[in-house]
């Protein structure tokens, strides 16, 4: 149980093109989940909590008109990446809560690697 | 707001000897503390957690202790096994569907 899949796993995309990244938690209903970003041999950095029906909140320094999350169900929430350039190729993580029983644990998707070239 | 420091960076151990990584927090809200494996390329995966009405927990080869009042917490692995070569993080949050904190990772290497 308690699995989370990220779609793709791997985009390359040309400067200035908008880039789509799905999460979806498959056997749980998530009522917040968050990206993060994350550098070669760096730790995870939190963009973003994503709220299902409301906006999302982003991390001080994060650009929300070029970092836009929607989070429509209670399973699926995007992250669209605006008019990439190539020093937003990253390493991409999703993570969600498990709505129901108060839950303290976060499980992460697969991550989605994007280049931007 | 909270800061999570995790040491040793890197940590290389001879396969069955045991592994040992710490991690300090600052903000004594903090109640909940997994820990993640990472391996190259994919998502981090919870393989430990502990909440803080608990000292230490178990599970096989992992154990995780937890010392509330000097606020640090360790990942214990013994009888290390090439399979657990990974990087490693913990992570300290104030529970109930709050962010989490993230140490800066732990790159372990267990040599055959």
């Known amino acids: 149980g308690a699995v989370v899949s990220q779609h793709p796993s791997r985009v390359i995309c040309k400067s200035g093109t908008s880039v789509k990244i799905e999460c979806r938690s498959l056997?749980?209903?998530?009522?917040?989940m968050f990206w993060y970003r994350q550098f070669p041999k760096q730790s995870l950095m939190l963009m973003a909590t994503?709220?299902?029906?409301?906006?999302?909140?982003?991390e001080q320094g994060v650009e929300k008109d070029k970092f836009l999350i929607n989070h429509a169900s209670l399973t699926l929430s995007t992250l669209t990446v605006t008019s990439a350039h190539p020093e937003d190729s990253s390493f991409y993580i999703c993570s969600a809560y498990p709505s129901s029983g108060g839950s303290d644990t976060q499980y992460f998707g697969p991550g989605t690697r994007l280049t931007v070239l | 707001g909270e800061n999570v420091e995790q040491h040793p960076s890197t940590l290389s151990v001879q396969e069955g000897d045991s592994a040992v990584i710490k991690c300090t927090y600052s903000?004594?809200?903090?109640?909940?503390f997994p820990w993640y494996k990472q391996e190259l390329g994919k998502g981090p995966q919870l393989i430990i957690d502990?909440?803080?009405?608990?000292g230490e927990k178990k599970d096989q080869r992992i154990a995780v202790t937890l010392n509330k009042t000097a606020k640090h917490f360790s990942l214990h692995i013994t009888e290390t096994q090439p399979e657990d070569s990974a990087v490693y993080f913990c992570a300290a949050s104030a529970g109930n569907f709050n962010k989490f904190y993230f140490g800066s990772g732990t790159k372990l290497n267990v040599k055959p």
């Open positions: 903000d004594s809200a903090s109640n909940y």
């Open positions: 502990i909440r803080s009405n608990v």
């Open positions: 056997d749980f209903q998530a009522t917040t």
């Open positions: 994503s709220n299902e029906g409301s906006k999302a909140t982003y």
